[in-house]
């Protein structure tokens, strides 16, 4: 097995970070591989939602998103992490409190087009105030042959 590191920005600084490893499973003499991918995302809560950065990629089968309350969340009495249509898809009513978690596993789910994961307020507000939420995404990427 080999680890394959991915460079993104850092949303707190706009910097580079590393923000993926893929661990490949398996590979052929020609470049495709079995790849197991976990990529994370700080998120700056604002607004009704938030759409993450980094997204399921076409093709990919995921098994989790899973999340932590990495600063209080303001403005609502929980959140809820999912995709578009879906809010709820990998947690709903997620607490606010710094240090709340959720590993939210889905049984294996195919995924056709690259999508965001989306962070959606919950209270009477409908509106995040402030907070932060670091999501990571646990998928299997099959990669095709290179030539």
Request: charged share 15%; with cysteine.
């Amino acid at each position: 097995m080999s680890a394959v590191a991915g460079l993104g920005i850092d949303p707190g600084t706009g910097g580079l970070a590393i923000q993926q490893e893929a661990t490949v499973l398996s590979e052929t003499v020609h470049g495709a591989q079995s790849q197991f991918v976990t990529v994370e995302e700080e998120l700056s809560l604002a607004g009704a939602s938030v759409d993450s950065t980094v997204v399921i990629p076409d093709r990919a089968i995921v098994f989790c998103v899973s999340s932590r309350t990495v600063e209080d969340v303001t403005g609502v009495w929980q959140y809820h992490v999912g995709i578009a249509g879906e809010a709820e898809k990998f947690g709903g009513y997620l607490g606010i409190v710094e240090g709340s978690i959720n590993a939210g596993v889905i049984g294996p789910q195919a995924f056709y087009a690259d999508t965001p994961i989306v962070i959606t307020a919950h209270g009477d507000s409908g509106a995040f105030t402030g907070g932060k939420v670091r999501i990571a995404l646990h998928y299997f990427l099959p990669v095709v042959p290179q030539s």
